[in-house]
């Protein structure tokens, strides 16, 4: 089993639409919790971490944890044709990350 | 200030070649890494070195082979060339100590394919 396992997608939604991504992971001792963002053709930025159960919002990105039931979200309001990429949840343990496969997301003007 | 480097962006080899992909950073970091990110497999950890000095393997280090030349530094050889190692091959780097959370800067990317 893949420490990470991440919704495949692709996804594809109107501009405006909101983006729910999700991840699950199998490791209970995981403390930070990550999304990476990657344009096409270039490498993984990191979009927001976060170490605790609950939500952190960032503009228009909210992480959300769920450490009992190991499960990470990403939502994105009001979608725009700029956050068009492909988004990676990363969880950090003993200073290695661990990628989910990343889910693609298009978002139609 | 650059970031993160790799070179070549592009290489085509045949089966059996040898090549280096180069990565260097300027960000005073400590630890850099190699990954490699093939369709719906996400990106794997091939090699790892946490401190200048030391290099670990990762997920997938088979057939490969690196260098921690300097701080700067991290070298990735393929020694003979399989297609199965077609792939597109990133560098990145983190502080590691400073941040718990261990963000890691990453490179452009290496696109290599292997007839």
């Known amino acids: 089993q893949k420490e990470v396992e991440q919704d495949p997608g692709p996804l594809s939604v109107p501009e405006g639409a909101i983006v729910s991504l999700n991840c699950t992971y199998s490791?209970?001792?995981?403390?930070?919790f990550m999304w990476y963002r990657q344009y096409s053709r270039k490498g993984p930025e990191l979009l927001m971490y976060?170490?605790?159960?609950g939500n952190k919002e960032d503009g228009r990105f909210t992480a959300q944890v769920d450490k009992s039931s190991k499960y990470i979200s990403l939502f994105i309001r009001d979608s725009q044709p700029s956050d068009s990429a492909t988004y990676l949840c990363a969880i950090c343990h003993d200073y290695k990350l661990s990628f989910g496969a990343g889910t693609t997301v298009t978002v139609r003007a | 200030n650059a970031g993160v480097t790799q070179t070549p962006k592009f290489q085509v080899l045949k089966t059996g070649q040898s090549m280096t992909l180069q990565c260097a950073q300027d960000?005073?970091?400590?630890?850099m890494y190699w990954y490699r990110q093939d369709p719906g497999m996400g990106l794997r950890l091939i090699y790892y070195?946490?401190?200048?000095?030391?290099?670990d393997k990762g997920e997938v280090p088979n057939g490969y082979n690196v260098s921690r030349l300097n701080k700067r530094e991290f070298s990735l050889r393929l020694e003979s060339a399989a297609p199965s190692q077609t792939s597109v091959y990133f560098c990145?780097?983190?502080?590691?100590?400073?941040?718990?959370?261990?963000?890691?800067?990453f490179g452009p990317g290496t696109r290599l394919t292997v007839l």
């Open positions: 990145a780097s983190s502080a590691q100590g400073l941040k718990s959370y261990n963000e890691q800067f």
């Open positions: 490791n209970s001792a995981f403390q930070y």
């Open positions: 976060t170490y605790s159960s």
């Open positions: 960000m005073n970091h400590n630890s």
């Open positions: 070195s946490a401190s200048e000095g030391t290099t």
